[in-house]
């Protein structure tokens, strides 16, 4: 196909595959001088990138501000209207919007003011500022009405004498956006279906849908609870509908929708109602990997609710993943929430926790990777002129002071793409005139991860072991243990893979654990970043994976380029008591906050059979004070059958990092790690 831009005061197009590239470099030339390099980068990867089969992609850039761009960008969607469809979504996965910056994604967008508000509402309470910010709105928020136009002149074409119900329903609903509040469950979740599309359209991802049963909490819910159901299972295979093209490149089912269910209010009563419960059920009788639920969990929680989250759980699907607010909430004040802000807290895609719609608040920026320390460690030549265990740990403590210095130094160079859309969502943004991306918004701390803590914590502790206490090795035989010439290795890797101590309720392991933890926490506790914001950090990171093929040989006889460990989580042979145990002793307040998943595998069998001791467990574990915990309900068995013949199994569901997915679809080196642990968690 010839290659065509449209050109006025944007830039605009069908760019056929084959030409591309070279539009790439036509386009990236009306950037800014230091933009084009940043700009060509993102066209290339994010566009040429693509899992769906659409042969044609249409790149919109328009000079100027962003709100005309996103205002121009909603001219050009193609609307795809599905009749007999309850919730009409959609996006136009051949459509991008253009940015040379980074952009800010993987932050629920607080959709309260579009429910309960009219869209004319809107408009003028921003027009009331009279200021730069609400100029920016209103273009888009008329950009809006428009577009709705748009949709509901489509469905006269398509269903001129009304015929069909579910689309009168909808041109209804679409119209009462511009006009009115959202009265009723299904008008409200087309809503939210309506504004996650248009933040997914424009490039935004990782796009969640935060406490839906707190912000729906006004909504009178006039059906019964069966045909609740039926509406939320409706919501939930909506959202799934474009589950490839949400997914992030190298999973399909890592797509952030996730759904905050319960939690601690400011008076320390716990809340929940209706919807939160047919929530959870819904998911766990709709088996789907997406969208996610998160359960926030507390002591004084209804059991019943408690219960129904287990059950859930039981099924396979992964979901909900655990928050724990008796040690969530304090934690995160103690970082400087407000008790208001800690007590409403959502989380970004996985399990970060952030202040629902008034923070920038990016948390996965970087990993501190503490594997790859060991490594540095043994090949640093102070290595072998230790004389105490000691020394060996002021050695390794020099080098993670590099490693954490060098991810704040990465993350202090972000910019960030404007984002008036966002900043729209953003409590703060319109009250000081001042986008999201130039710090706006009432929070703007960042978050970085960590991963390889369990590796170096067995490295270090094998190192006390050999040398200092059993003297049955040398420092310096350590040092060679990636010698493959060395006919010793081999001895010396199975000594090291012999002893695990991680996740193990040892005072060694506690001891060597906090000291790390600590030394990173004096670290990052005084960074600021060009806002004034904070950084936190947490024990958790999805990239235990793509982390472990660039780190070597480490000393917990882990082989060069192998994952590193899976979050707080142990080797063979510990029991899940003790794992809770080891993660409820650790330190999690302040800077260490930014998500702390305990990860283990169970048998369903093990659940079903046990309910009440299950139930018992978990009840004793949130009093025990773990951060977060998830799990896998599946048999080693089960998913060595379905990597043979994936065709017996296309609806098996694992969970992944922090989302769930199909386990016939992940890449074979995930598929093998999960075979991996869960055959290493039947040995507990």
Same mark, same amino acid.
């Given at each position: 196909?010839?290659?065509?831009?449209?050109?006025?005061?944007?830039?605009?197009?069908? *760019?056929?595959?084959?030409?591309?590239?070279?539009?790439?470099?036509?386009?990236?030339?009306?950037?800014?001088?230091?933009?084009?390099?940043?700009?060509?980068?993102?066209?290339?990867?994010?566009?040429?990138?693509?899992?769906?089969?659409?042969?044609?992609?249409?790149?919109?850039?328009?000079?100027? =501000?962003?709100?005309?761009?996103? $205002?121009?960008?909603?001219?050009?969607?193609?609307?795809?209207?599905?009749?007999?469809?309850?919730?009409?979504?959609?996006?136009?996965?051949?459509?991008?919007?253009?940015?040379?910056?980074?952009?800010?994604?993987?932050?629920?967008?607080?959709?309260?003011?579009?429910?309960?508000?009219?869209?004319?509402?809107?408009?003028?309470?921003?027009?009331?500022?009279?200021?730069?910010?609400?100029?920016?709105?209103?273009?888009?928020?008329?950009?809006?009405?428009?577009?709705?136009?748009?949709?509901?002149?489509? *469905?006269?074409? *398509?269903?001129?004498?009304?015929?069909?119900?579910?689309?009168?329903?909808? !041109?209804?609903?679409?119209?009462?956006?511009?006009?009115?509040?959202?009265?009723?469950?299904?008008?409200?979740?087309?809503?939210?279906?309506?504004?996650?599309?248009?933040?997914?359209?424009?490039?935004?991802?990782?796009?969640?849908?935060?406490?839906?049963?707190?912000?729906?909490?006004?909504?009178? /819910?006039?059906?019964?609870?069966?045909?609740?159901?039926?509406?939320?299972?409706?919501?939930?295979?909506?959202?799934?509908?474009?589950?490839?093209?949400?997914?992030?490149?190298?999973?399909?089912?890592?797509?952030?929708?996730?759904?905050?269910?319960?939690?601690?209010?400011?008076?320390?009563?716990?809340?929940?109602?209706?919807?939160?419960?047919?929530?959870?059920?819904?998911?766990?009788?709709?088996?789907?990997?997406?969208?996610?639920?998160?359960?926030?969990?507390?002591?004084?929680?209804?059991?019943?609710?408690?219960?129904?989250?287990?059950? &859930?759980?039981?099924?396979?699907?992964?979901?909900?993943?655990?928050?724990?607010?008796?040690?969530?909430?304090?934690?995160?004040?103690?970082?400087?929430?407000?008790?208001?802000?800690?007590?409403?807290?959502?989380?970004?895609?996985?399990?970060?926790?952030?202040?629902?719609?008034?923070? /920038?608040?990016?948390?996965?920026? $970087?990993?501190?990777?503490?594997?790859?320390?060991?490594?540095?460690?043994?090949?640093?030549?102070?290595? &072998?002129?230790?004389?105490?265990?000691?020394?060996?740990?002021?050695?390794?403590?020099? !080098?993670? !002071?590099?490693?954490?210095? =060098?991810?704040?130094?990465?993350?202090?160079?972000?910019?960030?793409?404007?984002?008036?859309?966002? =900043?729209?969502?953003?409590?703060?943004?319109?009250?000081?005139?001042?986008?999201?991306?130039?710090?706006?918004?009432?929070?703007?701390?960042?978050?970085?991860?960590?991963?390889?803590?369990?590796?170096?914590?067995?490295?270090?502790?094998?190192? !006390?072991?050999?040398?200092?206490?059993?003297?049955?090795?040398?420092?310096?035989?350590?040092?060679?243990?990636?010698?493959?010439?060395?006919?010793?290795?081999?001895?010396?890797?199975?000594?090291?893979?012999?002893?695990?101590?991680?996740?193990?309720?040892?005072?060694?392991?506690?001891?060597?654990?906090? /000291?790390?933890?600590?030394?990173?926490?004096?670290?990052?506790?005084?960074?600021?970043?060009?806002?004034?914001?904070?950084?936190?950090?947490?024990?958790?990171?999805?990239?235990?994976?793509?982390?472990?093929?660039?780190?070597?040989?480490?000393?917990?006889?882990?082989?060069?380029?192998?994952?590193?460990?899976?979050?707080?989580?142990?080797?063979?042979?510990?029991?899940?008591?003790?794992?809770?145990?080891?993660?409820?002793?650790?330190?999690?307040?302040?800077?260490?906050?930014?998500?702390?998943?305990?990860?283990?595998?169970?048998?369903?069998? /093990?659940?079903?059979?046990?309910?009440?001791?299950?139930?018992?467990?978990?009840?004793?574990?949130?009093?025990?004070?773990?951060?977060?915990?998830?799990?896998?309900?599946?048999?080693?068995?089960?998913?060595?059958?379905?990597? $043979?013949?994936?065709?017996?199994?296309?609806?098996?569901?694992?969970?992944?990092?922090?989302?769930?997915?199909?386990? *016939?679809?992940?890449?074979?080196?995930?598929?093998?790690?999960?075979?991996?642990? $869960?055959?290493?968690?039947?040995?507990?």
């Amino acid at each position: 196909m010839a290659s065509k831009i449209l050109r006025s005061d944007m830039l605009g197009g069908y *760019i056929g595959m084959a030409n591309i590239k070279s539009e790439i470099r036509n386009i990236s030339k009306y950037f800014p001088f230091y933009q084009r390099r940043r700009a060509e980068s993102y066209f290339t990867n994010e566009i040429c990138h693509c899992n769906l089969d659409a042969k044609d992609r249409r790149i919109c850039y328009f000079h100027g =501000s962003k709100s005309k761009q996103q $205002a121009s960008m909603l001219k050009m969607i193609n609307i795809q209207l599905s009749e007999g469809a309850r919730f009409q979504s959609w996006i136009d996965t051949g459509l991008y919007t253009a940015k040379s910056e980074t952009m800010i994604d993987n932050i629920p967008p607080n959709y309260e003011a579009v429910v309960y508000s009219s869209i004319d509402d809107i408009i003028g309470k921003f027009a009331s500022y009279n200021n730069e910010q609400s100029c920016e709105y209103i273009q888009i928020l008329n950009a809006i009405k428009n577009y709705i136009d748009r949709i509901c002149l489509q *469905i006269d074409e *398509i269903d001129p004498e009304g015929k069909d119900d579910r689309l009168a329903k909808s !041109k209804l609903y679409y119209q009462r956006m511009i006009t009115n509040s959202a009265e009723s469950l299904e008008e409200a979740l087309q809503r939210i279906v309506f504004w996650s599309d248009i933040f997914w359209q424009s490039h935004h991802r990782l796009v969640g849908l935060g406490r839906l049963d707190y912000l729906l909490d006004k909504i009178e /819910l006039q059906e019964d609870d069966s045909e609740i159901l039926k509406i939320i299972t409706d919501f939930y295979d909506t959202l799934h509908k474009n589950y490839a093209f949400k997914s992030n490149k190298i999973s399909k089912g890592d797509t952030g929708q996730i759904i905050i269910v319960g939690g601690l209010a400011e008076n320390g009563v716990y809340f929940s109602n209706r919807l939160t419960y047919l929530l959870i059920e819904a998911l766990s009788e709709h088996n789907l990997p997406d969208p996610k639920i998160l359960l926030r969990v507390s002591s004084n929680m209804p059991e019943d609710l408690l219960r129904l989250g287990v059950r &859930c759980v039981s099924t396979g699907t992964g979901c909900p993943l655990l928050s724990n607010d008796d040690v969530v909430i304090p934690a995160i004040e103690k970082f400087g929430y407000t008790h208001s802000d800690a007590c409403n807290y959502v989380t970004s895609a996985c399990w970060e926790p952030l202040p629902y719609g008034k923070a /920038l608040e990016k948390n996965n920026l $970087a990993d501190i990777n503490f594997a790859k320390v060991i490594v540095e460690l043994y090949h640093d030549a102070h290595f &072998c002129e230790c004389r105490t265990f000691d020394d060996v740990v002021n050695v390794y403590l020099v !080098k993670l !002071k590099e490693e954490v210095n =060098s991810q704040l130094k990465l993350i202090d160079s972000l910019k960030w793409e404007e984002d008036p859309l966002m =900043s729209m969502f953003t409590d703060g943004c319109i009250e000081c005139d001042k986008d999201i991306s130039k710090g706006g918004a009432k929070y703007n701390d960042y978050g970085i991860l960590t991963v390889g803590l369990a590796n170096a914590v067995d490295s270090l502790l094998n190192i !006390k072991r050999l040398c200092f206490e059993e003297n049955t090795y040398s420092l310096s035989q350590l040092a060679a243990v990636d010698d493959i010439n060395n006919q010793q290795v081999g001895i010396l890797k199975s000594e090291l893979s012999r002893n695990k101590y991680y996740g193990r309720n040892l005072d060694d392991s506690l001891q060597m654990t906090n /000291l790390l933890t600590d030394y990173v926490r004096k670290l990052c506790i005084n960074y600021r970043n060009k806002f004034g914001g904070k950084v936190k950090w947490g024990l958790s990171s999805p990239n235990y994976v793509e982390c472990g093929k660039i780190t070597g040989q480490t000393l917990d006889g882990r082989e060069k380029g192998a994952p590193l460990a899976v979050h707080i989580s142990a080797s063979a042979g510990v029991p899940y008591t003790d794992l809770v145990e080891f993660a409820s002793s650790l330190n999690y307040d302040g800077v260490a906050s930014n998500g702390n998943v305990v990860d283990f595998f169970v048998q369903r069998k /093990l659940i079903c059979d046990n309910t009440d001791k299950f139930l018992a467990f978990i009840k004793t574990s949130i009093s025990l004070g773990f951060f977060q915990m998830q799990m896998n309900i599946v048999s080693s068995e089960q998913l060595k059958e379905a990597k $043979a013949h994936p065709e017996r199994f296309p609806d098996l569901i694992v969970r992944v990092w922090g989302f769930s997915a199909y386990f *016939i679809e992940l890449p074979e080196e995930y598929q093998d790690m999960l075979i991996q642990r $869960a055959l290493d968690s039947e040995k507990s």
